[in-house]
C-alpha cells in the first residue's frame, strides 16, 4: 500500500504540473501518451478534404477515413472514371468519383542502339504513388532491394541491362494521361450516384458531429469555420509539359546556415547531373519540359538573430569569394540556380495563416521542447529591429554556444537551433512558393519528372515508424492542407517537428492528404542502419550512414567498380543524415570543376595547405600550373568521394550527365 501511494503521489504531481505549468513540460508520453493536437471540427476537416480532392490534389485510390463522415461522393479530377467494384457501404463516402483523363503505363526502355544511358523521363508523365506503395511499403513487409528493382525497371534505368523476362505489367508506376472530352459524362453515369455533388458536411439527425475527435485541452475550436478559396482548376500534366504550373511551380527549395561547404555544393551538383536543366543545350527550347530551379536559401547568422540591413549584399559577397559556391554564380546557371536570403520575421509576416500571431509563439519548438531565445532578444524579434537583435545577440548570448552557432561543425557542436528553424522554413516555403524541399544533406540520384507530375502532396517514412520524415516534403502552394497545417501549429506553440507533424495528420484524419512515400524512394538506407532487412538489404550494404563517407575497406572495391550507377539505383535521391563536418572526398578537399574555376580551386587548395601542410603540395600558384599525383590519393576511395568526382567531371565536360547529355558552355 506504501508503494501504491509513492506511485499515485509521483504522478498527481506530475499531472499538476502539466495543468499548471509552462508549456515547455510535457507529460511522461508512455503513460498517457502525447496530449491531443487538433483544433479544427469535423465540419472544417470536411470542407479540407472535399477542398483538396476537387482540385486534383488527391491522385489515389486510397479510402477517404470513415471518421470524417463525408456524406456526399466527390467528384475527383485527378483520377480516371471506373466501374466500382463494389456498392457503397455505410452511411458515409469513403472512395471518391474518378472525372480525369484515361491514364496510358508507359513501358520505358532505351532504344537500340542507344542504350549506353536510360531515356530521360516522358515529359508531362506522372508516378502512380498508388503502385509504388504496393511494391514499397514497409508495413506490408516489403524489402527495399525489391521496391528499388521495380523503381529502376519501370522508369527504364536498366538501359541495355534487363536481364528480367516475361511481362511485367504490375512494375509499370509511370503514366501519362489521355484526356477525353466525355471522361466527366462517363465517370458521372458509372458512378449511380446523384447528380447533385454540393458539398454536405454535417447531418441534422441530433448527434454529435465532433464526437470521435480530441480537441487540444485549454484551446477553443478554430473560429469561424476555415475559408477556403474556389478550388484549383486541375489540369494534367500532359497537356502542355512546358508550361509551368503556377501552383506547383517546379521548385526545389533547400535551407542552409554558416558558411557554404563541400555539402551544398554537392546538393547542387547533383541536381545539375540529374535534372533536366536543358544544359546540354545552347538555349533553352521554349517547348522543353516546365524547366527546374534550386532555390537555396541561406540564413545569414546564427538562428536566433535578425539579418542586419547589409546582409543580402554581404551573402552575396560572402558566395562570390566562396570557392564552393563562387561557380554556380556562373551565367550558365542564372535560371536554374537562385541563392535567396533566410529572414525569419519577413517568411513568418508573409504567411497568413501566422502573420498576425506568431509572435506570442515560441520559435525554437522541437516536438514539445522548447529552448528559450534570451528575453532581449526575443523582444527585439517581435519588434522587427535589425540593429537591436543584432546588438543584443552579441551582448546577450555570446557566451551560449548554443544561440551563437552557425552550421554544425561537429558532433559536440551541433546547430540545433537551425535545424528547428529549418522544419518550420520547409511548411513556409512550399506552402508560399510552392515546390519540393529537401534537406541539404540530400543526394539527388534521378530525375523527378514524374514526381512532379502527382499533384497531391507528400513526404516520407520515419523508417520502421509510421510517422513523417520531411527530409523530404511536396506541399501545394496555398493549399486547404497546408492552412490546416500552420493554423494547428500555430496552436501547438509552432511545432513543426516531423514526429508532431504526423500527429497533426493522424488526429485531424488527414493523412491521406499528406502522403507517407517509402523511405526507399529517398533514405534508402535508412531501414538497414536500424537493423531491418539485414537477409536481403539493397545495395550498397550500409549498416551505418557514416560508411557513405568511411566505406569499409572489406566493400570499398565497389564505389570504383559500380560508379554512380551501383549506388540506390531506382531511388530518387540519398540523404546521408547530416555528418556536415566530414569531407566528401578526403584527399581532394576542394572543389575540382577545372580550368574554367581554377581560382577557386586555388584559393581552396591554399587554404587546405596553410590548415595541414600535408595536402596540396605539388602546386605552383606563379604560373598557375599545378601536379597532381596518384600517390597521393587514397588507394581505396569510399562512395562519397566517388559520387563526388563523377559530378564534378560532368562540370568539367568529360563525362555526360546520368541520361548521356553534354553539359554546353
Known sequence: MLCVSVLFLFFFVFALAKRFGTHAKRWPGPFTGDPPTLVYKREDLQRIWQWE???????????????????TVADNPALPPRRPSQPPHGPYATATRGTGAKRIYLDIQSAPENVAYPPRPVPGSVADLDIVMDHCDFSEKKFVRDCLEV???????????????????????????????SSTHVARSLGGENEDHAITT??????????????KRGVEWERP??????????????????QCD?????????????????????????????????????????DGVCRPQFWLW?????????????????????LKSNPWASPFLHPRFKDIIHFKMWNTT???????????????????????????????????????????????LSTVTREDDMINRTGSKSLSTYDRLSVILSDMARFILCHRFGGIYLDADTIFLRDWEELWGWKGAFAYRWSRLEKYNTAVLKLNKNSALGNFLFRTALKNNLDFHPMTVSRYTKEAHLEGLLMRLPDALFDSAWLITEDHQHMRPPQPFLTNFEQFFDTPSTDSAAPQALGFEGFYRGAYSYHFHNFWWKPFDPARNWPDLGPRFAEGERIARRALRETDPSKGQHIRYGDEEYEDRVEDDRRDLDWSTVLKRTFEAYIRGERPSMYGEMLRW
Not at 469555420?225 to 512546358?242: D, E, G, N, Q, T
Open 53 to 71: 480532392v476537387a482540385s486534383g490534389h488527391y491522385p489515389s485510390r486510397q479510402r477517404v477515413p470513415e471518421q470524417v463522415r463525408l456524406k
Open 151 to 181: 523503381l529502376r525497371v519501370g522508369a527504364g534505368l536498366d538501359n541495355g541491362k534487363r536481364v528480367r523476362r516475361g511481362r511485367m505489367d504490375d512494375w509499370k508506376y509511370i503514366f501519362i494521361e489521355q484526356p477525353s472530352n
Open 202 to 215: 454535417t447531418t441534422d439527425d441530433g448527434s454529435d458531429p465532433d464526437s470521435g475527435l480530441t480537441k
Open 225 to 242: 469555420p476555415i475559408k477556403l478559396p474556389k478550388p484549383v482548376h486541375y489540369r494534367p500534366a500532359s497537356l502542355s509539359p512546358s
Open 246 to 286: 503556377p501552383e506547383n511551380p517546379r521548385i526545389f527549395h533547400m535551407f542552409w546556415t554558416g558558411p557554404f561547404t563541400d555539402k551544398p555544393y554537392l546538393a547542387i551538383l547533383s541536381f545539375l547531373f540529374t535534372q533536366n536543366t536543358g544544359l546540354s543545350l545552347h538555349e533553352y527550347p521554349s
Open 298 to 318: 541561406i540564413n545569414p547568422g546564427p538562428a536566433a538573430a535578425v539579418p542586419n540591413p547589409a546582409a543580402y549584399r554581404d551573402m552575396f559577397a560572402q
Open 346 to 392: 519577413e517568411q513568418l509576416d508573409g504567411v497568413p495563416e501566422l502573420k498576425d500571431e506568431w509572435r506570442a509563439r515560441d520559435l525554437f519548438n522541437s516536438g514539445g521542447y522548447v529552448i528559450p531565445v534570451p528575453p532581449k532578444l526575443k523582444e527585439s524579434q517581435a519588434n522587427d529591429s535589425e540593429e537591436n537583435a543584432t546588438e543584443h
